[in-house]
């Protein structure tokens, strides 16, 4: 199977931004710029999160979606804020094939099932934001890490998966911009007990923790900082991975 | 010889699923002009037609009924016109599908549309694959004919085609240890599992191509 490599950008309208444990946010450019790089690199899928959204209620970042969708021709998700069937509606028809929910699903679980009644659940991905308690349990947060739900994360992870969604981000906000490596015993232990894909994101600072992603049968892993700063690029990545024999999209010419 | 002329208007049909404004998108980029149709009756002169769609096949059934474009696209087919179905879109054109229990598509390719096998691979079906010849074939077929042999497209889907004839399939995808159906064409009935507009330039320069695909 061909890992995927997609490229995460945190949008605080109409910015790039970034930041660790989501602290100081840094603004880093132009979205659509980085998208379009990315893309001529040959990376796989984009996934726009919108990280003010959830708070404030709304989804300001259509206008962002148009105008990828207009020059960019790979899948493109889009997550925060989004609440009801309206807001997933909106997002596709600007240009989005996919949305990640977190918030509205912890709120109401059936929200996974409606919607991928409403659109086909390969348009669903949920994503699972968790961070280890002083247990060295694993605990389910929404709002980037911000507002705990006091959810068991493997226990959430079930409940989502058989309310339908068709994938799952899963981000270890302990590991997200530091660059020291994903969760990759999470990543494993999902990766086996479900049949749904999931993307390991959260940490990734090398060529060999994505590589680890793999192994650990993840189906795609989602980078940003290491992007955004160059620590490496979609190219070597890709050539990377390939190296390592891990299956991955490398376009002729 | 001389350069294959490309058509210049598509329509595409709305009918309430489906990422739209990604199709449109990649057919502008082609300097296309883009109709969409709300309902049946926009379909009138209409030479090449798009019907996109995500979703459930039973939701695609309803949406399509409900407009009267189930009988408008039959009509479409019987008097020569083309069709390319993308995804969903590709999936109604079959007489049945399997989702959420038995429905009737429209019935204009024979065959149906049937889960992927889960042994040992994630569903859906999610992210890019390569074009490859159908059983027994060395170039891939139809539209996809001057298409490179794995070629990478994307795919997301949890249903793929099973036509009644294996000579209506175009080109396959591998996916763990399966054969998935990734194009079939009949024709000027043509449809694509995986979707051209999404991708990159591969799926750019096929959509050109189907334009460029002659009527007679």
Redesign the interface.
């Given at each position: 199977?061909?890992f995927?490599i997609i490229a995460r950008l945190d949008i605080k309208s109409p910015h790039l931004v970034k930041g660790i444990h989501l602290e100081g946010l840094r603004v880093l450019g132009d979205p659509g710029i980085f998208a379009q790089h990315y893309?001529n690199e040959g990376v796989?899928e984009l996934h726009y999160q919108d990280i003010v959204a959830s708070l404030y209620g709304r989804s300001s970042i259509l206008d962002l979606v148009?105008s990828t969708?207009?020059r960019v021709?790979?899948?493109l998700m889009v997550g925060g804020g989004i609440r009801n069937l309206g807001d997933i509606q909106s997002v596709?028809?600007?240009?989005?094939?996919?949305v990640c929910i977190n918030t509205a699903a912890v709120e109401n679980p059936s929200f996974i099932t409606e919607s991928a009644?409403?659109?086909?659940?390969?348009?669903i991905t949920v994503a699972i934001e968790t961070l280890m308690d002083s247990k060295g349990r694993r605990r389910v947060f929404t709002n980037n890490g911000r507002q705990p739900t006091g959810l068991d994360a493997f226990d959430w992870v079930r409940r989502v998966v058989d309310y339908g969604a068709?994938?799952i981000i899963l981000t270890s906000v302990d590991n997200e911009g530091t660059k020291r490596g994903l969760d990759l015993e999470f990543v494993s232990t999902v990766a086996r007990s479900f049949?749904?894909?999931v993307i390991a994101h959260g940490g990734v600072g090398c060529i060999e923790h994505i590589a680890d992603a793999a192994r650990s049968g993840a189906?795609?892993a989602a980078i940003a900082s290491a992007f955004h700063y160059k620590m490496i690029t979609v190219k070597k990545v890709k050539n990377g991975l390939k190296e390592r024999d891990i299956h991955v999209?490398i376009?002729n010419g | 010889m001389s350069e294959l002329k490309m058509d210049k208007r598509i329509t595409i049909i709305d009918y309430g699923?489906?990422?739209?404004?990604?199709v449109s998108?990649?057919f502008?980029?082609l300097d296309c002009e883009v109709i969409l149709a709300q309902t049946a009756c926009e379909l009138g002169e209409s030479v090449r037609i798009v019907l996109p769609g995500?979703?459930?096949f039973s939701?695609g059934m309803a949406g399509l009924t409900s407009r009267g474009f189930d009988v408008a696209l039959r009509n479409h087919c019987h008097s020569g016109g083309v069709i390319l179905g993308i995804c969903?879109g590709a999936q109604l054109l079959m007489e049945a599908g399997e989702e959420f229990g038995l429905h009737a598509g429209l019935g204009i390719l024979p065959g149906k549309v049937v889960r992927i096998p889960?042994e040992g691979?994630?569903?859906?079906h999610?992210?890019?694959?390569q074009l490859l010849p159908p059983m027994n074939q060395t170039t891939l077929g139809g539209v996809l004919s001057t298409s490179p042999v794995g070629s990478?497209s994307?795919f997301?889907?949890?249903f793929h085609i099973l036509p009644s004839s294996s000579d209506m399939v175009s080109a396959t995808c591998s996916?763990?240890s399966h054969i998935l159906t990734a194009a079939v064409q009949s024709g000027r009935t043509i449809g694509f599992q995986f979707?051209p507009?999404?991708?990159?330039?591969?799926?750019?320069d096929l959509l050109k191509r189907f334009m460029e695909s002659p009527i007679d």
């Open positions: 199977m061909v995927r893309f796989d148009r969708a207009e021709f790979i899948p596709l028809r600007a240009g989005a094939d996919k009644k409403a659109f086909g659940s390969q348009c068709g994938e049949p749904v894909p189906s795609a999209r376009e | 699923l489906g990422n739209l404004h990604s998108n990649a502008r980029t995500v979703g459930a939701d969903l889960s691979v994630k569903v859906p999610t992210g890019w694959a990478w994307y997301i889907h949890s996916y763990g979707h507009e999404k991708s990159g330039q591969f799926g750019l």
